[in-house]
């Protein structure tokens, strides 16, 4: 087996982990309040990162820190939003609108950046656009003055989590060549935990989310897999499997990660999509891959840390 081969297959292992981990999120939401169930995600991936990253950590910086914490508020904001989307969208549909981001960044660092937005740009976004509105709006929305009022709230606050990863994206792709991988991808995996237990109190207290966390196995087995092997270890899998093979073959096999949580909804949760759902799915995946692999996109759209730098 070669090892553009043995890379491949790596980088489709971390996709479909995280495409898996819609499902598995969605179930332990069942048995943990949002927030506390990010903060124990985040609290166990730190930790294990600060392992596998302990010899850059020995040299950090204060402007390493810095920028972590900086990317860590976009990476929490993003998973706070998908997380509460969760609650009351489906898998499929949470995969796919996330993915979104994708398209999303080329043209957010076209507008900031002032640099040049091409044609497969457009179009991938173009693409991406009718994807949503076919996804998200449903079918007797379209035609009523009030469509977008029909919208579910779930959608719209995954498609909030979606702009802060493109966010999220573009600020790592700033700060990714001037600092280490290892040292950058801790400090804003532990700024993520560090806001999520800052928020566990806020909106507890609040009484706007009640404290719940029941160790089931269902929770564990969640808090396992997104801690574990879809931030730690994807993460350290993913920067050295995407040296071994093409960006063309990353793009591809990025995109897979909301067709994975689709499939995965449907074997565990019996999700359907309708046909218009199911169109709408793959105006997105076909908006994806234009812009991964015509873009110039760095990461995808689950990515924990910055892709592609040594």
């Known amino acids: 087996m070669t090892k553009r081969l043995k890379a491949d297959l790596a980088l489709a292992a971390c996709t479909l982990v995280w495409g898996v981990t819609f499902v598995l999120v969605k179930s332990a939401l069942k048995d943990a309040s949002v927030f506390a169930f990010i903060a124990a995600r985040f609290v ?16 950090t910086t204060r402007a390493e820190i810095k920028a972590g ?7 929490f904001s993003g998973y706070a939003l998908q997380t509460l989307g969760l609650v009351s969208t489906t898998p499929s549909k949470a995969a796919f609108i996330t993915g979104s981001s994708v398209v999303m960044v080329p043209i957010l660092h076209g507008i900031f950046w002032k640099t040049r937005i091409g044609a497969w740009v457009w179009a991938g976004a173009g693409a991406a656009l009718g994807g949503l509105y076919l996804l998200a709006v449903p079918r007797s929305g379209a035609t009523a003055a009030t469509g977008l009022g029909s919208l579910n709230r779930g959608d719209l606050l995954v498609f909030g989590c979606a702009v ?11 700060f990714s060549p001037k600092h280490s991988v290892g040292a950058l991808s801790f400090h804003q995996v532990a700024a993520t935990a560090a ?11 609040s009484h706007w989310q ?3 966390f029941e160790p089931t196995p269902e929770l564990l087995l969640a808090l396992v897999v997104t801690a574990a092997f879809a931030t ?6 993913q920067v050295w499997a995407q040296k071994e093979t093409t960006p063309s073959h990353t793009a591809i096999l990025f995109s897979l990660e909301p067709v994975f949580a689709g499939l995965t909804s449907f074997l565990f949760f019996g999700e359907r999509l309708s046909g218009r759902a199911l ?3 793959a ?17 995808a759209a689950e990515s924990p840390g910055p892709v592609g730098q040594a």
């Open 69 to 75: 914490a900086w990317i860590g508020m976009l990476m």
């Open 195 to 205: 806001l999520a237990l800052l928020a566990l109190p806020v909106v507890t207290l």
């Open 279 to 281: 169109a709408g799915a």
């Open 283 to 299: 105006l997105i995946l076909a908006g994806i891959l234009l812009a991964e692999m015509k873009g110039g996109t760095p990461a």
């Open 232 to 237: 730690a270890l994807a993460f350290s899998v």
């Open 210 to 212: 009640p404290l719940r």
């Open 164 to 174: 802060a990863f493109a966010l999220h994206i573009l600020f790592v792709g700033h």
């Open 44 to 59: 166990v991936a730190t930790v294990l990162m600060a392992l596998i990253f302990r010899r850059p950590l020995q040299k």
